[in-house]
Every structure is written in structure tokens, then in C-alpha cells.
């Protein structure tokens, strides 16, 4: 079936240093896509979204890149502070369906 | 405005008993989601309403699972009996008519069946 997931579970960093958290997903008629950041014990909260007629949209310290050609997906953050540690999610859908998620990648900060 | 409100944040429930999680979207969003968060197959959608009526039920487990959502401000989930392997994270999330700004999660149930 249709799927969305992450290259990596896991990346470290050090604060101040810029993060990159990529994606990969398959459903090619999807046309919007949002990260999310799960912190422990809460539920996702949204950071940035994009629509597939954009390839880079940016936000506060974020910049989600699109490739739609190979179906790639990517959150930068911009000089990650401790309090950007905890899960980010991709997830995709097109009119009229659900947003499906990929599994996550835990993003660790230590100063 | 609170945010998607869901009750209880824990439940605790012995093999075989009903379990009902409740949900209150955010006033003005037509759209609500049930997801289940587990360690192992991640955020899973359940069900989702649009203007109170069911869209896809497909992601719901099997007939232990029900939804229902009786009014605009109101959503609940059910499991009759509850199993050990239903233990997770379930979460609930509104959303309104355009496609901006994605879905506002509560801040799930934890439900362990014991």
C-alpha cells in the first residue's frame, strides 16, 4: 500500500548546528505535505507545511524542501537549540484522504 | 480556544472490558481524526468523520473498534472487549475545510489492558 516514511530514526546533533531530516514517500498523487514535532507525553504539533506546487517553503529557523521528481521530502532546522529534541514526523495526503504518517525520526540536541 | 480535548488521558483497563475514549474537536472544524500510536506501526489513522458522518472506517482494527460522533462537539471511541495488543497511544484531531495548517492533535489517551 501507499506509504510514508523517514531515511532515518534517529539523528544527533549539536546545538547551534544546522539539522536535516528527510523523507521519503510513495504515493505520487499526493499534493500536500506537513512536518510535525511530537514532544514526549504530547501530541503532534505542526510546523511547517507545503503544497506539490512548491518546492521549498520557509518558516521560523525551518525550511521543508520538496522533490517531487523523486518523491523526497526534507525538514532543515536552522541552528537547533536543545528544546527542538523530540520526534518529527512527514506526512502526506491528497483531497478527500487522511493524512498518513511515517514512522518518525528522533532528533536528540545536546548542548 | 482549549485545543482538541480528549478524556481520559490514561485509562487502565483489565482484558475483556468496554473502553470509551471521548473526544471534543476544536469549535468550527469539520473534520475529525482518530489515530493509535504504537512503538511499532507508528501514528495508524482509525477512522475519520467529515461533518459528523464516517469517510473511512477502513483503518479500524476489526468490529471490536467503533466510532461514533453524535454531534459536531462530540466524538467517542469504543472497544468491546479490549485485548492487551489494543495497549497505545490514541489520539484525536479537528481540522476545518481547507487543508491549511494540517490537523490539531489532542493530547491522546494512554491505554494499557491488562
Known amino acids: 500500500g501507499e506509504s510514508v516514511g523517514l531515511h532515518l530514526p534517529t539523528l544527533s546533533v549539536q546545538e547551534g548546528d544546522n539539522s536535516i531530516i528527510n523523507c521519503a514517500y510513495s504515493?505520487?498523487?499526493?499534493?500536500?505535505f506537513i512536518w510535525y514535532k511530537q514532544e514526549s507525553g504530547k501530541g503532534p504539533q505542526f510546523i511547517i507545511d507545503?503544497?506539490?506546487?512548491?518546492d521549498k517553503r520557509q518558516g521560523q529557523r525551518v525550511t521543508v524542501l520538496l522533490n517531487k521528481t523523486v518523491k523526497h521530502l526534507s525538514l532543515q532546522i536552522a541552528a537547533t537549540q536543545p528544546g527542538d529534541s523530540a520526534v518529527y514526523f512527514c506526512?502526506?495526503?491528497?483531497?478527500?484522504?487522511?493524512?498518513?504518517f511515517g514512522k518518525g525520526t528522533t532528533l536528540s540536541v545536546s548542548s | 480556544d482549549a485545543g482538541v480535548i480528549q478524556s481520559p488521558r490514561h485509562e487502565v483497563t483489565e482484558m475483556g472490558q468496554e473502553v470509551t475514549l471521548r473526544c471534543k474537536p476544536i469549535?468550527?472544524?469539520?473534520?475529525l481524526f482518530w489515530y493509535r500510536q504504537t512503538m511499532m506501526r507508528g501514528l495508524e489513522l482509525l477512522i475519520y468523520?467529515?461533518?459528523?458522518?464516517?469517510?473511512?472506517d477502513s483503518g479500524m482494527p476489526e468490529d471490536r473498534f467503533s466510532a461514533k460522533m453524535p454531534n459536531a462537539s462530540f466524538s467517542t471511541l469504543k472497544i468491546q472487549p479490549s485485548e492487551p495488543r489494543d495497549s497505545a497511544v490514541y489520539f484525536c484531531?479537528?481540522?476545518?475545510?481547507?487543508?491549511?495548517?494540517?490537523?490539531?492533535f489532542g493530547s491522546g489517551t494512554r491505554l494499557t489492558v491488562v
Open positions: 484531531a479537528s481540522s476545518g475545510s481547507n487543508r491549511n495548517y494540517g490537523y490539531t
Open positions: 504515493n505520487s498523487a499526493s499534493d500536500y
Open positions: 507545503i503544497r506539490s506546487n512548491m
Open positions: 506526512a502526506e495526503n491528497q483531497a478527500g484522504t487522511a493524512l498518513i
Open positions: 469549535s468550527g472544524h469539520n473534520s
Open positions: 468523520f467529515n461533518n459528523n458522518v464516517p469517510i473511512d
